[in-house]
Nanobody, 125 residues
Framework: ELQLVESGGGSVQVGGSLRLSCGVSGLPDSTYCMGWLRQAPGKEREAVAGIDSDGGTSYADSVKGRFTISKDRATNTLYLQMDSLKPDDSAMYFC???????????????????WGLGTQVTVTA
């Protein structure tokens, strides 16, 4: 069964760090892309980082230089290291997987086939 399970969210002060994890099971090794997306109350869901099957990474401008996406093939875990957190980073964070290259860019929500349930990140002043 294909499953994505996020963990690592919580409450942190401005300037602090968190590392999100996404345990992955059932995904084929050929999975095209995985990503982290977030949604704050009253806002649309937005992609923050993506990593392709070759390890190439992409980031939203709002998190570039502060967030790092990575994956550990040995443990089938996707990570999002978040540093220098800001109040605007507060959101529910989701990991997602795109099994095939369907022509959508990494930041397109519709390009992802499978989603986790999310983990909440709250950044306080």
């Amino acid at each position: 069964e294909l499953q994505l399970v996020e963990s690592g969210g919580g409450s942190v002060q401005v300037g602090g760090s968190l590392r999100l994890s996404c345990g992955v099971s059932g995904l084929p090794d050929s999975t095209y892309c995985m990503g982290w997306l977030r949604q704050a109350p009253g806002k649309e869901r937005e992609a923050v980082a993506g990593i392709d099957s070759d390890g190439g990474t992409s980031y939203a401008d709002s998190v570039k230089g502060r967030f790092t996406i990575s994956k550990d093939r040995a443990t089938n875990t996707l990570y999002l290291q978040m540093d220098s957190l800001k109040p605007d980073d507060s959101a529910m964070y989701f990991c997602a997987a795109a099994l095939y290259d369907n022509g959508d860019p990494w930041y397109a929500e519709n390009g992802y086939d499978y989603w986790g349930l999310g983990t909440q990140v709250t950044v306080t002043a």
